[in-house]
């Protein structure tokens, strides 16, 4: 991941087309055509060696020939050519280049090896960017560039379209060119070999001229560089996405519900909402999407007023608000009676406000006046049906009038008719009021809207501490599962896996395995009855499947007739199951309480996913069930339960008591890391975990193991809290200290660290005087992507034995991962004590360990402190920006071996 040399890409000088030709609908030729056509301002230089001159270009006959060296070229010549016309680009100095030609990575070479891996290595030599190979090409229009072979070109605009289908491109340029819609960039990725989408979301999130970015997906192969780059672009704009083939071909053979449930499909969804992302289905409602967000102010709620002169489609609207998960407004008893004022007595004295058939203009201002006061209320959708009373676009200027002098509305409109209608959606669009042509398409917005702000909540908000600390056994764990490998066994036994969460702090019911009847009745005295029983065997992964599970076994009588006839019972239904005897366990009964299911699956591209949902024996039927990245906290871990239809019975209903909701939210977090410190975990099944009012306990568990040389963190798709960083210390005056990386819960304390800095320490830190920090900043400093970026803040015990925040440091390294941007700010009555050369140092050798090349940050000149620090440390003057500011970098890989 890394936007090295991408402006050569994106913003070339020269562009060189290896492989033009004169050829009619030739690639060649269409490409030449293209790029004559854009009004590129730069030299245009066709290679071919058949041509002295292509579209009355002059022609040069190989790469060495070319009278400069082109910042881009686009190759589109046979996969056989690419790798050496790459090299020979490659030693110019050329360092971008867009690969139109397909087929490399079917094609080999006399050695065996794909021509697409020989393209990568060479261009790996000289640093070369490669867009493709097999894509569409690449359209700039903001500075004439056309270096594609698509059909027809786009205007100027503020969105970027990114797309792994070239024919998609295609089709999407057609259609945006026939509404009026330009593009800041258009880009074809193709294979994306070695262009993808986490550097293209990098070069884009920071790219002045794009408002908002949209992405056709097909497939992600890098997961976490992904989910960085995707995560810090949707913080600075809107990010939406196609995500493509949701229907999956067929359900894989999975040793538990978890597997089973988790979908594909499902698990881009978790990816797209955990990175602040919003996912739509169709690309004109990609389009509508984006302009939504832009035309509509933030808001905090999902309640919708709808606003109509007919019954029928605020009905429809309605249906559509439901269905989706959004919530009609309750208006107040207030806007019931302004209404009452100035509606027809036979108004629907509720929302969906009817206005009757015969409302006309006036009517429509005046109850749009006073809905836009009510306090209930998000959004509202002004809807209207065509009449003579009120014609559509007379009443259409009367809606741009009353909101004209409405600086912070969110108000959506939907015209319905066709011919009626068209003068009305120009009004709309000139005045910069979103309009839909249907009712649903209008509602489908205003959702979209509620979901990208729950997408980017999740990005921002602070998590609440954990109610209850725990503290696994992760050794006990690791011990046990080395042991089931040792064993060359996949799946470890329901006591070893109930064991395995027991040490982790869910609460478990102890069970026993016994290897004969005898053993059973003896067990069963010792834990008293009713007890339940279960099958043990290696072959049997859902034992109910085969009659190997009987409860509620009352005394010795019925234990002993239920453990002959479940051996008979999977004997027949199972003949080649080897059976290594039973469990035994207390029966628990918890009338009321909820059956849940929780689990872990390993998905191919994601790695570890958590499942949340319905419970029991039918829960693959249900299907009721939310997936979520890990590492989680109880933020995102009450988000994934609210996604489910059993969190509302879960809240409590009639006289069915709340279940302890936090006891849940801990297993989810409590799980999320076991699967961190775990990696041998593949499949874990807590099914049923019973949830009611006094909490949790896990009656059933299966774990599925398989041998890794990652560790926890690494395969997961978000890299988690690095505890490993946390390092205690002692200041000389011996002040006990622990320095550790931030965390998403430290924004309360870092408020309150503001408040121990002087007016210095704050220009010295931020260059200016800054009152106040908003929630929104504040959380980009503590909720970080560990990944790219790195803070650590020394806390310590003050006077009444509180925790406090004392100093931070931090680096953030840029897309390139060479070098590192640092800054340190330190409580005032802690300077001179060293904490700051402490924190300084500790960023030091973190980013030395990341493998980073240089360490630099700007100093106010007159911070003499902090530049004698840095002096000390081994930084050097690099350069003066002006008077004011000193430059100060360091080295970090010098004389290393």
């Known amino acids: 991941m890394s936007i090295r040399n991408l402006e050569y890409l994106f913003q070339p000088q020269s562009v060189a087309v290896i492989g033009a030709s004169n050829r009619p609908r030739s690639v060649g030729s269409v490409v030449m055509s293209n ?59 050329t360092k971008a280049a867009i690969v139109l030609t397909a087929g490399l990575s079917h094609s080999l070479d006399a050695g065996g090896h794909s021509l697409q891996q020989k393209m990568l290595d060479v261009a790996k030599q000289s640093g070369m960017r490669i867009l493709g190979p097999n894509s569409l090409g690449l359209i700039v229009p903001g ?97 939406l996405a196609i995500k493509a083939g949701r229907v999956a071909e067929g359900a894989r053979a999975a040793a538990s519900h978890t597997g089973a449930l988790a979908g594909v499909d499902l698990v881009y969804d978790a990816a797209i909402r955990r990175a602040g992302m919003l996912r739509v289905f169709e690309i004109e409602e990609l389009f509508e999407a984006v302009e939504t967000l832009a035309r509509l102010h933030s808001f905090k709620g999902d309640r919708l007023g709808i606003l109509s002169n007919g019954g029928g489609p605020g009905v429809m609207a309605t249906d559509c608000l439901i269905e989706g998960g959004g919530k009609l407004a309750e208006l107040s008893e207030k806007t019931l009676q302004q ?5 027809p007595a036979t108004w629907s004295r509720s929302n969906p406000v009817d206005l009757i058939g015969d409302a006309d203009s006036s009517r429509y201002a005046q109850a749009l006046d006073i809905l836009l006061q009510e306090p209930n209320m998000d959004a509202l959708l002004v809807m209207h049906v065509p009449t003579a009373i009120a014609p559509s676009e007379e009443t259409a200027r009367a809606v741009v009038e009353v909101l004209r002098n409405k600086k912070h509305h969110n108000v959506l409109t ?73 064993e060359e066994r996949s799946m470890l036994s329901e006591p070893e896996a109930k064991a395995v969460l027991a040490a982790y702090g869910i609460p478990i019911v102890e069970t026993r395995i016994v290897r004969t009847v005898e053993d059973a009745l003896r067990i069963a005295e010792e834990i008293g ?19 190997g599970v009987a409860l509620n076994l009352e005394n010795s009588e019925t234990l002993q007739l239920a453990t002959q006839a479940m051996k008979a019972r999977v004997t027949k239904l199972c003949p080649s199951a080897r059976i290594a005897g039973f469990t035994v366990q207390k029966m628990v009964r918890r009338p009321g309480s909820q059956e849940l299911l929780v689990g872990v699956s390993t998905d191919r591209i994601f790695g570890p996913i958590i499942l949340f949902g319905q419970g029991g024996k039918a829960a693959e039927t249900i299907g009721d069930r939310a997936i979520a990245l890990p590492p989680l906290n109880l933020t995102l871990a009450r988000e994934l339960i609210s996604r489910t239809r059993i969190s509302k019975l879960l809240e409590g209903y009639r006289d069915q008591l709340r279940a302890d909701l936090d006891a849940v939210e801990l297993t989810l977090i409590q799980i999320s890391q076991l699967i961190i410190d775990i990696p041998e975990i593949t499949e874990l099944d807590i099914n049923p975990l019973l949830a009611d009012d006094k909490g949790v306990v896990a009656l059933d568990a299966r774990i599925a193991i398989e041998p890794t040389t990652l560790s926890g ?49 704050i220009r010295f830190r931020f260059f200016g005087m800054v009152r106040q920090f908003p929630h929104s900043e504040m959380a980009r400093f503590t909720q970080i992507d560990y990944d790219r970026e790195m803070a650590f803040v020394a806390t310590g015990k003050n006077e009444r034995g509180q925790l406090e925040t004392l100093g931070v440091v931090r680096a953030i390294a840029e897309p390139n991962n060479q070098s590192a941007e640092f800054a340190i700010i330190v409580r005032a009555e802690l300077k001179r004590q060293g904490l700051g050369r402490v924190l300084l140092e500790k960023i030091i050798r973190y980013c030395r360990a990341k493998g980073l090349q240089e360490l630099e940050g700007e100093v106010l000149a007159d911070n003499t402190a902090m530049l004698s620090l840095a002096q000390s440390l081994g930084f050097e003057r690099d350069r003066t920006r002006d008077s004011k500011v000193v430059q100060v970098k360091l080295q970090l890989q010098e004389n290393r071996a």
């Open 339 to 343: 209404l009452d004022a100035i509606l």
């Open 143 to 239: 500075i004439g560039l056309n270096a594609s072979f698509a059909h027809t070109s786009t205007q100027v605009g503020e969105v970027a379209f990114v797309s792994q289908s070239g024919a998609l491109c295609t089709a999407v340029l057609d259609w945006a060119k026939s509404r009026q819609i330009g593009f800041s960039h258009f880009i074809s990725l193709g294979d994306n070999a070695e262009i993808n989408f986490a550097d293209v979301l990098d070069y884009l999130g920071s790219d002045p001229q794009t408002r908002a970015i949209l992405l056709y997906i097909e497939s992600i192969r890098a997961a976490r560089q992904f989910m960085s780059a995707a995560r810090g672009a949707a913080r600075n704009k809107p990010v």
């Open 529 to 547: 009855y009713p007890v339940a029983l279960k099958i043990v065997s290696p072959d049997v992964t859902h034992k109910s499947d085969v009659g």
């Open 35 to 93: 790029l004559l056509h854009g009004n590129f301002a730069g030299p245009i230089m066709p290679v071919n060696p058949k041509h002295t001159a292509v579209a009355g270009v002059l022609c040069y006959p190989d790469v060495k020939s070319l009278p400069l060296t082109p910042d881009l070229a686009v190759v589109c010549t046979p996969p056989t050519t690419v790798p050496g016309i790459i090299g020979s680009l490659g030693d110019r100095g």
């Open 713 to 761: 963190a690494a395969r997961l798709a978000i890299r988690p809290y690095p505890q490993e960083l946390e390092e205690a210390i002692a200041l000389p005056s011996g002040r006990q200290l622990l320095i550790r990386p931030i965390r998403p819960e430290d924004e309360p304390a870092h408020y309150e660290l503001f408040k121990h800095f002087t007016p210095d320490d």
């Open 414 to 486: 939907s015209w319905l008719g066709e011919e009626s209608a068209a003068a009305a959606r120009t009004r709309f669009a000139e005045a910069v009021i979103p309009t839909y042509d249907t009712p649903d398409r209008a509602v489908e917005a205003f959702l979209h809207l509620v979901r990208y702000r729950s997408n980017q909540e999740l990005l921002m908000e602070i998590p609440p501490s954990i109610p209850t600390e725990f503290t696994p056994a992760t050794t006990t764990v690791r011990l046990m599962i080395q042991q089931a490998l040792t």
